[in-house]
């Protein structure tokens, strides 16, 4: 290893270390003003795929989506839970809701519908046919003005950890969950498993813990900013 590639590997070192610094920072001020909110909020996360249904996979096959998005999802949800709030989950194990893949949409939905959450976020992975192409996004239903700002907000967050990426929140129709979930929510497409750079965000455990706390800081920045509309309202 030469000189130049010694000092390559410090640079990206340090830039890690002060990534953790700044995400530390920010979780603690968010997690601040999220206590001193006095409602609290219910989220519902829909853990992509299971069960029969694997998903996406890595360009080996040896990762699946189905895998990933729970464990991403667990750390969301553990987060939020130890900041004080309600956590649902439609599924916590490697199972599918239902016996096909039409029926198991179906039962996500109406979980979220008949529940009292807030908002919903629904956690995937990617895959392509050129591994070139990488990058979280997120994606909503404009039917509710409210659902670009919650996944505009995620997709702010999802930036700070992949400087490259420059994808924007992303106005889509025709999707099931989307189109028929009527509570404020958006799905978030956490990379691609067939991209290098992002397979290694989807398979390093500290990674995938700051990926995770991307999502959780876009979901408290979010009910943050709901809160504080509700509060100044209600004191009108
Ligand atoms: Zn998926």
Redesign the pocket.
Known sequence: MSIGDILKKLQKEILFLLFILVLLLTFLSVRKAIATSNRASFVYIDV??GGFDG??TSLDGTIL?KDV?LEVATYVANYLTKTGIKVKMTRTTDKALAQNKKEDMHKRVNLINESTCDIYVSI??NAYSASSIKGAQTFYNSFNLENEQFATTIMKYLQLIDSDNKRVAKNITGKYLLDYTKKVGCIVEIGFLTNPFDLELLTNKEKKEALAKMIYLGILDYLEEKNHERSSIENK
Do not use: R, V
């Open positions: 992509g795929h998903g996406a989506e998005t995937h992975a």
